[in-house]
């Protein structure tokens, strides 16, 4: 054997290998969209979305092994579909393992971001059903189409990794079960007519379940992206442009979310990293860095604007941001071969039926390529949108799409599951949306400094509820105050001589009705504030003393600051002297 018969026998033993370690990397994605669905959405759900992001993967599997793999590789009939066979079980010594794998672990993705933006509400039976459809017909026509032989990629159209096979498909079975599903209880704030007037928030129980989840998924995409490369140059370009994407991606959106609504928001950021993900899977192969670099960009932006069109036009509830992520920016990933395509690249080959070779727009390809991956797009969409569509609405007229009201409200890991929380042995309280009350902003008594205010705007910003009888001269304190006054407090109480005090965080408001804070770009109803309580039991030092220093202390300027109660104390006793009252309260013997 030759000196370069070895090395070739080397290369193509290694990528062999390369590829299955893809496709594990791919697998591994699962925990990843687990983290992320579970993060971003409340904490009464999370055993349900664990249960449905590991039955997708093993229901997806039987349904594969039954018909999906030979749909997506069999031998092609007519450009549209492959032959359906049994090769897997009647000629297992020459099935193909590693293309059965591979595809296996893409069609499970497709499946799974259905399950982000449904999540919360719907039925566990009927996300089986639709999950096993998606993986027995809808993928695996349309992958054939594009990676099976079938007619696209007859005709020139590139997806080198499933911009458009598989998250645009997801991304459109997403909407359009958010759609018909309809919104979780509370999303959304009526008029007496049944007008929308409003889009409340509910914030993700667990942002570092979720922010790993994201790491995850980013580490995985360099086997999404680069499993199929076949030369070193080739997957380090796709390295390189699945890292710049998604980078270039969570800047743009956090540089966004900064200038419009004051802050960055965290996980419109993280969903900027996925969306840039996405975004660049189609063309990873084909683009440069500079391609990669706007790719990035417009998909930082995107996703914004894919998150405020569901809450804001489309009136559509997508917990996760799926749609936004992967429908908006499968799309974007797709046309954008069409513009950023540039044969420099390593290993270039897109080419037409008839072998000419095709380049994006913007590197002097003319409009053929993008027409193309226009094509893509709109037929592959259409019959996403159409079987999808189909399912749904035959699972909703049969067995039922969405669970009841009381199932949605006490939590589906509960209800679905007989589980009673999925953090046992912590104490779990889902606060977000139990009620709403409208922000009010009029708190501001006009100056924030206390000596300053008047006597009408100490006792607004913090009341005083005084109630004693001077029974026994022994006063408990009660005083309820931001949670970020609470060391100015202890060291004021320290300073009047209070050696002993109880405190204990909880959540409360009053007038004040929250900060009106933004979470993913709607407004956040803060209708429990975090806030801290603490009691003091004085009987030497005079209670107007503490609640003059209490008073001084908790004052900025605005209703809210804090309240005080004051309770006249019958009877104090020490457990360990047995003394009482006055002596009970005394810290020396």
């Keep these: 054997m030759t000196e370069d018969a070895i090395v070739s026998l080397v290369s193509e033993n290694t990528f062999a290998v390369w590829f299955l370690i893809g496709a594990a990397l791919v697998f591994w994605m699962q925990a990843g969209f687990a983290m992320v669905e579970a993060g971003f959405t409340r904490a009464k759900n999370s055993g349900n979305i664990l249960m449905k992001n590991l039955m997708d993967f093993c229901i997806g599997t039987v349904m594969f092994i039954l018909i999906g793999f030979s749909l997506l590789l069999g031998e092609d009939f007519i450009g549209l579909i492959g032959k359906p066979g049994f090769d897997i079980f009647t000629s297992y010594q020459d099935f193909d393992f590693s293309n059965f794998v591979f595809n296996l672990v893409f069609c499970a993705t497709t499946a799974t971001i259905v399950s982000g933006a449904m999540a919360e509400r719907t039925k566990f039976l009927s996300y089986c ?10 993928y695996p026509i349309e992958a054939h189409w594009i990676w099976g032989g079938g007619w696209l990629s007859q005709l020139g159209f590139h997806d080198f990794a499933g911009s458009c096979a598989i998250h645009m498909v997801g991304g459109i079975s997403a909407l359009i079960g958010a759609a018909i599903l309809g919104p979780r209880i509370g999303k959304f704030t009526r008029d007496k007519d049944g007008n929308i007037t409003k889009v409340n928030a509910f914030p993700g129980h667990n942002l570092p379940l979720g922010c790993l ?43 966004f979310t900064w200038v419009k609504y004051g802050k960055p928001d965290v996980s419109m950021c993280l969903n900027a990293s996925l969306a840039g993900l996405v975004a660049i899977t ?7 860095c500079f391609g990669a670099i706007v790719i990035g960009a417009v998909a930082g932006l995107l996703v914004c604007f894919g998150v405020w ?26 046309i954008a071969v069409g513009l950023f395509a540039t044969n420099r690249a ?10 000419n070779e095709l380049v994006g727009l913007f590197y002097g390809g003319g409009f053929k390529l993008l027409g193309l991956q226009l094509l893509g797009v709109l037929t592959v969409g259409t019959w996403a949108a159409v079987t999808i569509t189909i399912t749904f609405l035959v699972i909703k007229h049969t067995i039922g799409l969405r669970v009841s009201e009381e199932e949605e409200i006490v939590g589906l ?25 409208d922000v009010n902003e009029n708190t501001d008594l006009g100056t924030p400094e206390y000596e300053a205010a008047s006597a009408v705007q100490r006792d607004a910003a913090v009341k005083v509820v005084s109630v004693p009888h001077d029974a026994t001269g022994i006063y408990k304190v009660v005083i309820i105050a931001k949670l970020s006054r609470y060391d100015h407090l202890k060291k004021a109480m320290n300073d009047l001589g209070v050696t002993g005090m109880t405190v204990t965080q909880v959540m409360g408001c009053g007038i004040q009705k929250g900060a009106g804070e933004k979470y993913r770009g709607a407004e956040l109803d803060a209708t429990l504030l975090p806030k801290v309580k603490v009691e003091v039991v004085v009987s030497k030092i005079p209670v107007e003393s503490v609640i003059e220093a209490a008073k001084k202390t908790l004052y900025t300027g605005h209703i809210g600051d804090g309240k005080i109660f004051v309770y006249d104390v019958a009877k104090v006793v020490k457990v360990r002297t047995g003394e009482e009252d006055v002596e009970a309260l005394q810290d020396v013997e």
């Design 282 to 288: 189609a063309p990873c192969d084909v683009t440069d």
């Design 413 to 437: 890991d509960a209800m679905e599951h007989g589980l009673p929380s999925a953090y046992a042995g912590f104490s779990i309280m889902d606060v977000s949306n139990t009620m709403t009350m």
């Design 346 to 355: 390593p290993g270039y080959s897109i080419a037409d039926k008839a072998g």
């Design 129 to 138: 059903i639709y999950s096993g459809v998606i993986s027995a017909l809808i």
């Design 213 to 255: 989840g994201c790491f995850i998924l980013w580490f995985g995409w360099y086997g999404f992206n680069g499993a199929a490369a076949t030369s070193v140059e080739q997957l380090g370009s796709i390295f390189l442009t699945t890292t710049v994407a998604p980078a270039v991606a969570t800047v743009v959106c956090m540089i």
């Design 309 to 334: 069109l569901l809450d804001n036009v489309l009136r559509v509830d997508d917990p996760v941001g799926a749609v936004a992520v992967h429908c908006m920016n499968g799309i974007w990933g797709t």
